[in-house]
């Protein structure tokens, strides 16, 4: 009886332990920890490479970026929205901001010949943050398999072939300091929506992918300095998604504020933005059926503010 009093001690005491040190860590990453993010300014000429940078996510972070010293590469699928925010980036200061232009939802690019001109250059940070999917109200089998495609595509693809033919350029630039790629996921992939199987599941694809090439280039044979991380993404108001903005869906500048702040922090899958984790962790604690109805009325939410959009 002594020893089963022990042991359920023993227990309490190392949970008890881990809710502290998860407490903890909490509190560091988002309200005590300063950005490391200049640890990647460096060897000659830094540069960050931003997918979607057209619009939205990746506009604003593209422009944070900006105003920490990076030098730009810019991904986008339409060239005049893509060259606005070039010249808007140059006009903030002497920055090079270089772009190319492809349609990540569309197979078959020649992605050795896409990043060939930017071959000679110093990238130490890269951010696959382009992404999506078509709205629908219908189940899987009534959403035209062409869009399927197209979100996969564009969610996983792109990145995961983007990253491929910039790895050795990757690795050489990391024999002078850190460099980093970040895969922008979404809450999705941990709250399983109606009406976004697909979506979601592209998602989770992304926190498989960053912690299995993590571990390729940090674990298996000599460590390249090449580190990967997941970003778990909730609402952002930003044109392609209309919402209201309040503190649980904030603005894209505000989030990208949040998203270059926390470059570097260690931790392999994280929500950049406070309350993006703190609603993630309500959900999880939640009973599934509840969580499932609470963001099943959601989606019922954005798809009818998708329509007004459209």
């Known amino acids: 009886m002594v020893v089963f009093s022990d042991a359920i001690t023993l227990v309490g005491l190392l949970s008890l332990a881990s809710l502290s040190y998860r407490f903890s860590s909490t509190v560091w990453l988002y309200l005590l920890r300063p950005s490391t993010v ?4 460096h060897g000659p000429s830094p540069y960050a490479l931003v997918t979607g940078a057209s619009d939205g996510i990746g506009k604003a972070t593209a422009l944070e970026l900006a ?13 005049e929205k893509v060259r606005k925010v070039a010249s808007e980036i140059r006009a903030q200061g002497s920055r090079d901001v270089r772009y190319f232009i492809a349609d990540a939802a569309q197979g078959g690019h020649d992605f050795a010949n896409l990043v060939q001109p930017y071959k000679d250059l110093n990238i130490t940070l890269l951010i696959n ?21 197209d979100t996969v595509n564009w969610s996983d693809m792109f990145g995961l072939f983007l990253t491929r033919a910039l790895l050795p350029q990757l690795r050489q630039s990391a024999t002078h300091g850190p460099v ?3 895969f922008v996921g979404s809450i999705t992939a941990d709250i399983f929506p109606p009406r976004l199987a697909v979506y979601a599941a592209s998602k989770a694809f992304l926190r498989t992918l960053s912690r299995s090439l993590e571990n390729d280039e940090k674990v298996w044979g000599a460590p390249t300095g090449v580190k990967f ?15 209201e903005e309040t503190i649980m869906s904030p603005s894209a500048d505000t989030f990208a ?39 099943a009325d ?13």
């Open 67 to 79: 105003r920490k010293g990076f030098n730009l590469i810019l991904h986008g699928r339409n060239e």
């Open 129 to 149: 943050n382009v992404g999506g999917t078509h709205m629908h109200g219908e189940r899987i089998d009534g959403v035209p398999e062409s869009h399927l495609r």
């Open 257 to 295: 504020k949040a998203l270059v702040a926390k470059v570097g922090c260690g931790r392999k899958a994280y929500a950049p933005y406070m309350p993006h984790a703190l609603g993630q962790w309500v959900l999880s604690i939640l009973p599934e059926g509840i969580a499932d109805s609470f963001v």
């Open 229 to 243: 991380a997941y970003l778990i993404v909730g609402e952002v108001q930003t044109n392609g998604q209309p919402c």
């Open 180 to 182: 980093m790629v970040q």
């Open 298 to 310: 959601n989606m019922t939410r954005a798809l009818a503010l998708h329509k007004k959009s459209i």
């Open 38 to 41: 200049h640890h990647y300014l």
